[in-house]
């Protein structure tokens, strides 16, 4: 298990963005997967965007264009901009890790895949 902080929440109108932070041991950044998951109330958590240990990225349809992932090893915090916040977006945002083999098959877009998580940061988008 790695520990891992969400930060950067909150609310914004239709169209507004927001940064979230994710705060992990700066070996997580080279060597895991490190993946940015959301769930909304009743629904199954989603990939939202993945990054493996060289820095390449996968994002989800639902968000390409919109948000863009990135990390900063010095650090030791994952980001995630979110521009174009539409209220159908889900509310809670999650951060995670694994240390599977990415090189072999990459980084895999599936909550069951990771073996941390942190708490969880809100993101609640008014019309």
């Known amino acids: 298990q790695v520990q891992l902080v969400e930060s950067g929440g909150g609310s914004v109108q239709a169209g507004g963005s927001l940064r979230l932070s994710c705060a992990a041991p700066?070996?997580?950044?080279?060597?895991?997967?490190m993946a940015w998951f959301r769930q909304a109330p009743g629904k199954e958590r989603e990939g939202v965007v993945v990054?493996?240990?060289?820095?390449?990225?996968t994002y989800a349809d639902s968000v390409k264009g919109r948000f863009t992932i990135s990390k900063d090893n010095t650090k030791n915090t994952l980001y995630l901009q979110m521009n174009n916040l539409v209220p159908e977006d889900p509310d809670m945002y999650y951060c995670?890790?694994?240390?599977?083999?990415?090189?072999?098959?990459?980084?895999?877009?599936?909550?069951?895949?990771?073996?941390?998580w942190g708490q969880g940061t809100q993101v609640t988008v008014s019309s």
């Open positions: 995670a890790a694994d240390r599977g083999s990415w090189f072999v098959t990459g980084c895999p877009p599936y909550s069951h895949e990771y073996g941390s």
């Open positions: 700066e070996y997580t950044y080279s060597t895991y997967c």
């Open positions: 990054i493996d240990g060289d820095g390449r990225t």
